[in-house]
């Protein structure tokens, strides 16, 4: 990961117009709030998005589960609003449907004519007056301070139509109950005062149940980034300069201590490891299921799980430098970022809250001039309905909590999505571009063919080519030095070496005159190679780079080195190719390499010997021809085309540019974690659609039901209770579809 990747914030100054003034005032306390639905507004303090009106979220979780002082408020008010809302509605409605005739037609929910018998009229008006007014006041002043708000700013939202809707009912009944004579007989059936208390207590209590389940589905949203905070382990063993281990919070770990790792423990911090040996299961961070072996100078990740030895460690980056921490503020980010199918959305929520206002004011017209008796009191049952029932919530929330999942999701398999509109582009990707060293391959030239000549030994070939390499830096040259290593063979000191540039290595060993390098430096030396040359042409097409070694003036053999595909690197391509995807691989390398590399995977196209602006040229005229293209690279020389690319694609193993260029990074550099993010894209888009299509189906259909257009037909007249509570199970629905994410295949 990037040395200069953005670290987590302890304060960030992002405020929405009108918003500026109260925040920027405030001392910055070490959080920062944001909202879903609206992630450029930014607070100092939990509060509410002065847009929506939704609680505002912690920017970044933390592992330590937080106080959720909302959801507790919500709960606590529910709780009481709902033990005074059931004897109300017992009163108002007991009567009434013990009575009801299921055949008769309208059923005129929220009058005041179905009063017990055993009490007066006047006392039974005034219990539910006092019952309703403390769920109404009380337990629904969040909704209505939310909603007055809204209409001052102007930023009107759910809790516009909420606040509206309540208020409505519960002061008409007011007013009715205290001043009866001033009522139009229109409002009246018969003598009966039109009271609606159980109305307003009830959409109250269920409003109020909706906001419980809603802030604990929201909370389980990021439960993926806060698992991945909970896996680092909340103390380390630090050794001192005598030698003495204590334990210490990890808080207390600065870079350059020396940590000890025992079987079983966690890593504590990314580091390196400077003493000792172990396999680290490293699947929380990368995805892969083997161990990975560590030996001193391996780099090491915190949270990875030591499994069998024990070892001393480097602490290199604490805190929010590390790995895990880079990790989760990433996925955060990405799931504030706003994906284009999202535009959508907005553009009907803008509009959405005025266009309801609309339906309620003409329904209310409608139902007080042809409606039936009482008019004026069925047409305000309507309007209510209306401003209830309808929630743009569910509309704004439709995209923003399945990029929260998917993301999160992604980044427990090592793929990690920087913005949502990435996510959404994964799908139509139709062309793949990759990069092959690093990429395709692993980056590391090993020795792949050891052929000795005229009586040589493969083990003198190998001693005498390392021992003439031992100073070089050149990859080929540290393949053939741990090529010895690994295999035991003893290097020997080099007299009079020369190094030819462009063509090899020269020295004398054991008295002996030994060369190493391409067929232009055996030519040079009248080193006769011809006997070889049909089995060195035949390495060269399976993508190896030959270097001929000749002692004391003789041919004594050839090794061959070459840069191995990736174990997984076929896989990968299998499932992408069988997804529909065109992969064409871009390279630096020469023609005869990238062929063979090109025909060993069976890619779609190859281009050889390209430079970094041909790279990013190449990208552009794919696009041109109407392709979404990806780009995977690991390099420096990746970063111009990456940044082109429609999806640009780093190997988490490669450079810091490389990285920073691209909107996704895969942990492990493995290209099956394309096919994930495709797979994972996939999935988040059809969730999308489908949260989508519930919050316009449901406000397509609920909408006119509220407005009564089935009554002149069924005789249906939607109840304001009603509506309130299909409202409140609208944004769940949308949530909880959201979350089963977590679950899908990839």
């Known amino acids: 990961m990037s040395e200069s990747h953005t670290h987590i914030p302890t304060a960030v100054r992002i405020p929405a117009a009108g918003y500026a003034a109260e925040v920027q005032d405030r001392e910055k306390a070490g959080v920062v709030y944001t909202c879903p639905m609206h992630p450029q507004i930014r607070a100092s303090a939990p509060g509410n998005c002065p847009i929506c009106g939704m609680t505002l979220e912690p920017v970044t979780p933390v592992a330590v589960e937080e106080r959720n002082v909302e959801l507790e408020s919500m709960t606590r008010r529910f709780w009481v609003a709902l033990v005074l809302s059931l004897p109300l509605l017992l009163m108002t409605m007991g009567p009434m449907v013990a009575s009801y005739d299921f055949s008769a037609g309208v059923n005129r929910l929220g009058a005041s004519w179905a009063l017990p018998h055993w009490m007066p009229a006047s006392w039974a008006q005034c219990v539910q007056a006092a019952l309703a007014t403390p769920v109404v006041l009380w337990g629904g002043w969040p909704f209505l301070q939310r909603g007055w708000k809204s209409f001052r700013t102007w930023q009107l939202n759910m809790f516009s139509l909420i606040g509206l809707g309540v208020a409505a009912a519960y002061f008409f009944s007011l007013f009715a109950l205290f001043f009866p004579d001033a009522l139009p007989q229109a409002f009246r059936r018969g003598h009966e005062l039109p009271l609606y208390f159980e109305a307003a207590s009830v959409i109250v209590t269920l409003i109020l149940l909706g906001q419980v389940l809603e802030l604990r589905a929201r909370s389980r949203t990021s439960s993926a980034m806060k698992d991945l905070l909970n896996l680092a382990p909340h103390t380390a063993v630090r050794v001192t300069a005598d030698g003495t281990e204590e334990s210490v919070p990890l808080e207390e770990v600065v870079i350059g201590d020396t940590l000890r790792v025992k079987p079983g423990s966690k890593v504590p911090v990314d580091g390196v490891v400077t003493d000792g040996r172990s396999s680290v299961d490293e699947s929380m961070i990368t995805g892969e299921s083997i161990p990975s072996e560590k030996v001193a100078g391996s780099k090491v990740t915190g949270a990875t799980v030591n499994q069998t030895g024990t070892f001393l460690m480097r602490a290199e980056k604490v805190g929010a430098d590390t790995l895990l921490a880079r990790i989760v503020q990433m996925v955060a980010e990405a799931g504030r970022s706003r994906a284009p199918i999202q535009k959508l959305a907005d553009q009907v929520s803008g509009w959405f809250v005025l266009a309801v206002l609309a339906i309620a004011a003409v329904s209310f017209a409608v139902w007080a001039v042809v409606g039936p008796a009482p008019a004026l009191a069925n047409a305000l049952v309507v309007a209510i309905s209306v401003l209830i029932i309808a929630c743009p919530c569910a509309l704004g929330l439709a995209t923003p909590v399945s990029i929260i999942v998917g993301v999160g999701r992604g980044a427990k398999e090592g793929v990690l999505i920087k913005d949502a509109e990435a996510l959404e582009l994964m799908e139509k990707v139709d062309t793949l571009v990759v990069d092959k060293t690093g990429t395709l391959t692993e980056g590391k030239p090993r020795v792949q063919t050891v052929v000795a000549l005229n009586d040589q030994s493969e083990s003198t070939l190998v001693s005498y080519a390392a021992s003439l390499e031992a100073s070089s830096e050149h990859p080929l040259a540290q393949a053939i030095v741990a090529h010895a290593h690994d295999n035991k063979v003893e290097t020997k000191p080099v007299k009079a070496f020369d190094a030819i540039v462009g063509k090899g290595v020269s020295g004398r060993i054991d008295g002996h005159v030994a060369l190493l390098g391409n067929a232009r430096l055996m030519d040079d030396a009248k080193v006769d190679c011809t006997s070889v040359s049909a089995a060195v042409d035949r ?43 065109k992969i064409i691989m871009l390279t630096g390398d020469n023609p005869v390499t990238a062929n063979a590399v090109a025909k060993t995977l069976a890619l779609d196209g190859v281009k050889a010997g390209v430079l970094p602006q041909d790279k990013y040229r190449h990208v552009q005229e794919l696009q041109k021809q109407g392709h979404i293209v990806a780009m995977a690279g690991d390099g420096v020389n990746d970063a111009p085309a990456l940044a082109q690319a429609n999806v640009g694609i780093a190997m988490g193993t490669g450079t810091d540019v490389a990285m920073t260029s691209a909107r996704v990074v895969l942990v492990k550099g493995d290209l099956r974690g394309i096919a994930r993010a495709r797979a994972l894209s996939a999935a988040t888009m059809k969730n999308i659609r489908q949260n989508l299509f519930f919050a316009f189906a449901y406000n397509v259909v609920g909408i006119p039901v509220a407005a009564g257009v089935l009554y002149p037909w069924l005789g249906i007249l939607l109840s304001p209770i009603i509506a309130s509570a299909a409202m409140a199970l609208s944004s769940v629905s949308v949530i909880g579809n959201a979350l089963r994410l977590r679950a899908a295949r990839t």
């Not at 053999?557 to 997804?579: M, N």
């Open 539 to 581: 390495l060269r097409e399976a993508g190896q780079t030959i270097m001929y070694q000749a002692i004391d003036g003789r041919l004594a053999g050839y090794i061959g080195v070459a840069d191995p595909v990736k174990g997984t690197t076929q896989e990968a391509v299998q499932l992408l190719r069988a997804s529909g995807i």
